[in-house]
């Protein structure tokens, strides 16, 4: 063979994998290019086909151009300098000194196998061709070769593996059957159990529940029970996941919610007593435990510890007011030996009616109606949150805005103080003036109980509710009115009580009008109870001694006109130089003697005494001769439906003649 024909590879060959594309991957090639297999159609393929041989044989073209200009510049090769070429030829001498020696190594390798399997049969002339280093690591003739004739099988034997081969493929086809089966169980019980969830999640938002989802958790619901307008803290418990059962069932996962519900329980005590006690019945659990009464138990239970929360923040600027407060109590007194308790207990740990023997049912009413009140005082903050919430925007300002408190203690303290002295002003109107009645007098009172309160006036687009609540937070006024024993002679006093300002407290306004005496005017404001009665006592004390010395001297007037001669008996006239302690004095003609009728107006009588004065001034008595001296008359409160009881004008008669006068002088 001549050596320039002879050609030696020195670059080892690139295998190219014959393992062609799988069908799932030609599938997927075909979608990634084509798209789907329904726009896969004859005559777009054939389009296709037409538009590749067209762009083939111009893209033939183009590559004949580029070759031709790549032929004319490999012609020119790059001029290089001497070092450059030095190094390129360095490079191609190593790179082919590598490929020849890796080239000699497989040949050697190759000649040492070959040499080893001929050294069984032919040793002498193997051992000429095999390398040293083989043949002290094996012995000669360790590699032998044999051509074996697979037997035959009997046609019992392939009759046997025939049926092995079927049983086989029955068992795999059983396996995959059940596999089938038990996947199409599994699968109709998951579609079971999704299609009975989302109809109990449909369910609760068709009952009007906010269903969203989990700020946190996006892939899972949440139903929003709590309320919008309420602080942070309780806006964000507010909201609970709904979780699917195993068996498809909705479960309310509350989350950082207490495990134990607590709610506000309102007493009443009377000297140390527990005398009336709020309900609690509608927040135990229902016999129903539906996903509705679940989600409403839980709304209720959030709303009673925000309830409490805000009740706690208001009783402590409320000190001043007679709140106290305690862990988990709060007390104030709102009549004389008289209080509210407010405490946040658990559902299961309240002892059964404790106390049944001291339970009353005014003060169980008592009780129930602060324990609504409190709660829609509540609400209707949150309704003024939503309103705040929906205006403009104060200016922004580096200064944190307070949260003020809520006003639901000083409502309910403001409404039971102010209807304490309205009925304690209102009994002794009534004691007093049924003692007036018992003398003959015909005064009478009025009184208008929160006359404040328009209860159908409606404030422009707020509900019935918003507009009666919002009557309850402005200051509470009632009036009262009455005439005296003289019809000239009246009185009015307002009650107001103030549920902000400086103190929250009743304070007493009184107006009088007495023609007797322009010049007396009551205090402008009075703030007790006994000032308050002790006002009124003297208004009508000064206004009785007028109404007896004016009867009195109508009665000697007409008495002197009518007599028949100059010697009769004259009637006593009764003067009030000290009208303002209720005593008269009435000087006697024939013995020039002074008489004094002392009158003393209590809340359970009404009492005339007469006493005779020596010469020392009148003035200069003390308060206990003023007190001693005879009984003339009482008129007491059970008087006024006694039959033969004497009126105040028969009394002053009486007392008015002149011949007792004689008789004891």
Known sequence: MDGESFTLPLRPLVEKGGKKDTLPVRIAQINAQRGSFRDVTEESLQAEIEARKERGAELEEEE??????????EKKPPELDATERHELLYKRRAEIIQFAAQAHMEAIFALDFISLLLSKHMPRQAETSISPHLKQKVP????????????????SAQRDTTTVARGWRLESFNAAANKLLKAASRLENEVAAETKYWEEVLAVKEKGWKVCRLPRERQALGVQYGFLEATPTFRDRGLASLRRADDGSLVLDRGLAPSRPRVVRIRVKKNNQVTGCSKLSQFMAAADDSIENRILRSRDILFEEELFHELTREARILASSGVTTRRNLIQFEFSEGEEILFDLVDLDDVPDEADVTYRTPEHDTLAEAVAHAVRILLSYAHRQNLQRRTQIPPPLTTKKRPVPEYQLLRPILAYLQHSSHVQSLRSFLRDLYRILKSAGLKSEYTAAPFASLDLLRKEGHASAVESLVKHFLDPLESRFSGTMANQTSTFNA?????LSGPSLGTEYEFSI???????????SRVGLKDEVEAVIRHLI????????????????NAKAAAATTPTSDKLLVWEAPFAHHGELVALSPSTQRTKKLSLHLSRTELTLR?????DESVGGVDDGQRQAGKLLYSWTLDDAD?????????VIAEASRDEEVKSEA
């Open 140 to 155: 000669l003739g360790s590699l032998n070769v044999d051509v074996i004739k697979t037997p035959e099988k009997s046609a």
């Open 541 to 556: 004390t000064l206004d009785l001694t007028t109404f007896i010395s004016s009867i009195s001297k109508n009665a000697s």
């Open 494 to 498: 307002k009650v107001r009580t103030n």
């Open 513 to 523: 009008r007495l023609p007797n005496f322009p010049h007396t005017q009551p205090p």
């Open 610 to 614: 007469t006493s005779w004065l020596g």
């Open 642 to 650: 006694k039959p033969g009881r004497k009126t105040l004008e028969e």
């Open 64 to 73: 004949e151009e580029e070759e031709k200009e790549k032929a004319v510049e």
